[in-house]
């Protein structure tokens, strides 16, 4: 089964948790999904790059999470989600290398 790549799967925890913690009313469940999608690319990260990069790249995105919440405020609350979704994607991309598979 092919692996999904990154660039992909970060950002889509990102947009799959906010979606699921507002439908259930649960901030811990957008945290899950983003923990989970960061527990399956620092692995990846590691190998690739290196366990620094990997670190760099999951503190980038968390604070990109956590940038998104004054953003809402400016912009809304789904275009600041897709924003950071977005972003998370390009810090991924980096993180695996500059490469597009998984």
């Known amino acids: ?14 947009v799959a948790g906010f979606a699921v913690g507002r439908r259930t009313g649960r901030r811990a ?18 190998t690739r790059r290196s366990p620094l990069v990997a670190a760099a790249a999951s503190a980038v995105t968390v604070a990109l999470v956590g940038v998104s919440h ?6 809304g609350t789904w275009p600041a989600v897709l924003a950071t979704g977005a972003a998370t994607g390009v810090v991924s991309a980096w993180a695996d290398g500059g490469r597009g598979r998984p």
């Open 29 to 46: 469940v957008a945290g899950a999904a983003l923990a989970a999608g960061l527990a399956a690319a620092v692995p990846r990260w590691s």
């Open 70 to 75: 004054p953003l809402s405020h400016r912009i």
């Open 1 to 14: 089964m092919p692996r999904i790549p990154s660039s992909l799967l970060v950002p889509s925890a990102v």
